[in-house]
């Protein structure tokens, strides 16, 4: 079991970075698997990336819409998920959603399946 909080959110300009930040309370066991998705009003949820808690090398991976901008990180000293994201559009705009899984696909698409997920923290871009 993992509880999961989300941070830093924002309303920003086109073009400014945000970073993401998600705390998660390990109960029984690290996940194996973490990641971020997000959801626009009126859209389906989309996986934006992942990151396996079990490789040493931080294996991750993203969609293409983000690639280039957005970097997923992880301390795992501090059990902090991150999301560093770059040049953002107001397409971006959303909530956004950490989650955990402690089996099956690590893929960025399948996050949003995850069953564990925080609350979220709403990012507003503005052109």
């Known amino acids: 079991q993992v509880q999961l909080v989300e941070s830093g959110g924002g309303s920003v300009q086109t073009g400014e970075s945000l970073r993401l930040s998600c705390v998660a309370s390990?109960?029984?066991?690290?996940?194996?698997?973490m990641g971020w998705f997000r959801q626009a009003p009126g859209k389906e949820r989309e996986g934006v990336a992942s990151?396996?808690?079990?490789?040493?090398?931080?294996?991750?991976e993203s969609a293409e819409s983000v690639k280039g901008r957005f970097t997923i990180s992880r301390d795992v000293a501090k059990n902090t998920l991150y999301l560093q994201m770059n040049s953002l559009k107001p397409e971006d705009t959303a909530m956004y959603y950490c989650?955990?899984?402690?089996?099956?696909?690590?893929?960025?698409?399948?996050?949003?399946?995850?069953?564990?997920r925080g609350q979220g923290t709403q990012v507003t871009v503005s052109s």
């Open positions: 390990v109960y029984d066991g690290k996940p194996y698997c």
């Open positions: 989650a955990a899984t402690y089996g099956g696909s690590c893929s960025f698409f399948r996050v949003p399946e995850f069953p564990f």
């Open positions: 990151i396996r808690n079990d490789s040493p090398t931080s294996f991750s």
